[in-house]
Nanobody, 126 residues
Framework: QVQLVESGGGLVQAGGSLRLSCAAS????????MGWFRQAPGKEREFVAY????????YSADSVKGRFTISRDNAKNTVYLQMNSLKPEDAAVYYC???????????????????WGQGTQVTVSS
C-alpha cells in the first residue's frame, strides 16, 4: 500500500514556474515507477510525465516537453514536477500516481497505475 500526497499547486502568471511535489508513504517507494497526470474541467485525465524506479529514464508528453521536468528523490520518498514557462492551457488538477510496472506496458495510460494522490490545483492566469 502506498499513499501519495501532492503539494505545490497554486496560482501563477503565464510564463511563470511552479514545482509540484508528491510525497509517498511507506518504505517501498523505490519499488514504484511514478507518473504525473492532469485533468482540466470537462476534459479527460491526460499523461504529463513519467519516471522509472531509479530515476534513470523519464518520458514527457509532447505538450510539456522542454518546459516540465520530472525527477525523484528516493531517499525522501518524493517525486517532483518542475513546471516552467507555464501557459493558460496547463491549468488543471495535477495528480501523481504510482505503478509497480517499471518499463513494461503503457506508462501513459492512467489505468496502468496502482495508486493515486488526491491532486493539487494549478491555475495559470493570462
Amino acid at each position: 500500500q502506498v499513499q501519495l500526497v501532492e503539494s505545490g499547486g497554486g496560482l501563477v502568471q503565464a510564463g511563470g514556474s511552479l514545482r509540484l511535489s508528491c510525497a509517498a508513504s511507506g518504505r517501498l517507494f523505490s519499488s514504484y515507477a511514478m507518473g504525473w497526470f492532469r485533468q482540466a474541467p470537462g476534459k479527460e485525465r491526460e499523461f504529463v510525465a513519467y519516471i522509472t524506479r531509479s530515476g534513470g529514464i523519464t518520458y514527457s508528453a509532447d505538450s510539456v516537453k522542454g518546459r516540465f521536468t520530472i525527477s525523484r528523490d528516493n531517499a525522501k520518498n518524493t517525486v517532483y514536477l518542475q513546471m516552467n514557462s507555464l501557459k493558460p492551457e496547463d491549468a488543471a488538477v495535477y495528480y501523481c500516481a504510482a505503478r509497480s510496472n517499471n518499463l513494461g506496458g503503457n506508462y501513459y495510460r492512467s489505468d496502468e497505475y496502482d495508486y493515486w494522490g488526491q491532486g493539487t490545483q494549478v491555475t495559470v492566469s493570462s
